[in-house]
C-alpha cells in the first residue's frame, strides 16, 4: 500500500507526513487494519525496541469538581457513583505508589481533582513524593493537578516532578463544546508552563466524544507542535451520570487506527495507551502493543482496569518486555536535548525535528506516565475538607449489545486502592 509505505518512510526519518495522509489512515478499512498496525509497528520499534513503559496512577484527590468537562465522571454535577475524597494522607498515597512500582511501573503518576493546585497542594504534593522516593528513590514522578498559575511548575520541579500531565484532550475547533468552565488555550497555557520550567510536558487527547476525523487529526499536530514528550491516548469511558454516557462510537478496530496515526504523526514520542482500553480494544489490546509503547499498569483514577498480573501476561506473551528503571524510554536525540534544558525526562524538542535516523541510539530517559494522568480527561475537582467515600454498587450484568448501543456492563467503577481500605491493583 503507497500509503504506508510512505507514512513507514517518513516515520523512520521523523518526517511530518501531512495532514491527508493522517486522515487516509483513519479512512482505512477493516481489510487493511493489520497492515497499518504493521506499519505502524515498524516506526515504534525503530525508537522504542520491544519495550513498554508501565505507569501507575494514585488518585490523591478524587471527585468534588467544579468543572463542567462532560466526559469526566469527577465532574461538577456528575451522577457517576464514583469514589469522594479529599487529599490521601502521604504515607497513603505512598503505600500505592509503592505497590504500583513493586508491579513493574515505572513512573508513578500522582493527579488530583480540582481546577488547579494551590500553593498549599503544592506542599501536599512535596510531602508526598517525600514519602515515596523514601522508599523508592530511583522512581519518575508525573503531577497532574490542573491548570498551573505563574511559577507553580518551577515550584514542582524544586520538589522532584519529573513530568507534567495535562491533556489537550479535543481540537480547538470543539473544545468548547466538551467544556465551558475553562478554555481550551487554558491547556495550552500550563503545557507551555510546564515545558518552560524543565518538566517533561506529557499531552493528550480523548477519542470517542463524537469528534470527526479532522478534529482527530487537529489535536495530534497541535500536541506535536507543542513538543509533547509523551501522548497519552485516552478512549472515552462513558460513565453513566455524565452526558457523555452513551458515547459508544469506538470499535477496537477504530481505536487501533487512532493509535497508528498518533504514531506516524509523532514517531520518536512517547504514546501511552491510556484510559478505557480495556473498555474499547478489549480483546485486540495486544495488537495496540505494537503501535503505543506505553501503558498504565492496573487501574485507572475511578475506573478499574484489568488486572494488574493480566497486563505483565499480556506483554510478555505479545512478545515484549516491561521497561526498566535504568532503561532510558525517549530515543537518545530527544533525551539530549531535554538534559540541555534542564528537563526532567523528556526530550523537549518538538516531535518532528528532521535529524537523521541513525541517531535513534538507546531510548531516552523516560517519557510520561501521566496519560492523561487523568484517563479520560484529567479531572479537576473543588477543594472538600470531608472525605466521602461512595458505597459500592452492584454490578450490572454482561449483555450483548449492538454497535452503538449503550454497554455500563463495561465500565467497573474503582473501589479499590487509593481511598479505600482494599489494596490497590498493581
Not at 485516552?234 to 469506538?250: S, V
Amino acid at each position: 500500500m503507497d500509503l504506508l509505505d510512505t507514512l513507514t518512510a517518513k516515520g523512520l526519518n521523523r518526517e511530518l507526513p501531512t495532514r491527508e495522509e493522517a486522515l487516509a489512515v483513519l479512512a482505512t478499512t477493516d481489510d487493511e487494519l493489520l497492515d497499518v498496525v504493521a506499519a505502524a509497528g515498524r516506526v515504534r520499534r525503530q525508537w522504542f525496541g520491544r519495550r513498554v513503559k508501565l505507569n501507575y496512577l494514585v488518585n490523591l484527590k478524587s471527585g468534588l469538581c467544579p468543572e463542567d468537562c462532560n466526559y469526566c465522571s469527577q465532574r461538577l454535577g456528575s451522577k457517576a457513583e464514583i469514589l469522594k475524597y479529599t487529599w490521601l494522607k502521604p504515607e497513603e498515597a505512598a503505600q500505592a505508589a509503592v505497590a504500583g512500582v513493586a508491579g513493574g511501573a515505572k513512573r508513578v503518576c500522582l493527579v488530583a481533582s480540582g481546577r488547579g493546585p494551590t500553593d498549599r497542594d503544592i506542599e501536599r504534593v512535596a510531602s508526598t513524593i517525600g514519602a515515596i522516593k523514601e522508599q523508592e528513590p530511583g522512581v519518575e514522578i508525573c503531577a497532574c493537578l490542573g491548570l498551573l498559575s505563574d511559577n507553580q511548575a518551577e515550584r514542582l520541579a524544586a520538589v522532584g516532578v519529573d513530568a507534567y500531565n495535562h491533556n489537550l484532550n479535543t481540537s480547538e475547533g470543539t473544545y468548547g463544546d466538551i467544556t465551558t468552565t475553562h478554555t481550551y488555550a487554558d491547556r495550552v497555557d500550563t503545557v507551555q508552563k510546564a515545558h518552560g520550567a524543565g518538566l517533561s510536558a506529557c499531552s493528550g487527547l480523548i477519542a470517542g466524544m463524537g469528534e470527526s476525523d479532522e478534529d482527530l487529526v487537529d489535536v495530534v499536530y497541535a500536541l506535536r507542535e507543542l513538543g509533547s514528550d509523551s501522548v497519552p491516548v485516552n478512549f472515552l469511558i462513558p460513565f453513566e451520570g455524565t452526558p457523555l454516557a452513551k458515547e459508544w462510537n469506538l470499535t477496537p478496530q477504530r481505536c487501533l487506527r487512532i493509535l497508528a496515526m498518533v504514531r506516524f504523526v509523532c514517531p520518536d514520542v512517547e504514546v501511552r495507551i491510556a484510559g478505557g482500553r480495556e473498555v474499547h480494544l478489549r480483546s485486540l489490546q495486544p495488537l495496540g502493543l505494537h503501535i503505543a509503547n506505553s501503558i498504565f499498569l492496573g487501574d485507572y483514577l475511578t475506573s478499574e482496569g484489568q488486572a494488574g498480573q493480566a497486563d505483565l501476561d499480556m506483554i510478555k506473551d505479545a512478545g515484549f518486555e516491561v521497561e526498566g528503571q535504568g532503561e532510558m524510554t525517549l530515543p537518545r536525540h530527544r533525551a539530549d536535548v531535554s538534559a540541555a534544558v534542564g528537563g526532567g525526562c523528556g526530550g523537549a524538542s518538538a516531535c518532528g525535528s528532521h535529524e537523521t535516523a541513525a541517531e535513534t541510539a538507546a531510548t531516552g530517559c523516560g517519557g510520561h506516565a501521566g496519560g492523561g494522568c487523568g484517563p479520560c480527561g484529567d479531572a479537576h475537582a473543588a477543594p472538600a475538607e470531608q472525605g466521602d467515600t461512595v458505597e459500592p454498587v452492584a454490578e450490572q450484568p454482561a449483555a450483548d449489545a449492538e454497535p452503538g448501543e449503550l454497554r455500563s456492563d463495561l465500565v467497573k467503577v474503582r473501589r479499590r486502592g487509593a481511598g479505600t481500605e482494599l489494596a490497590p491493583n498493581a
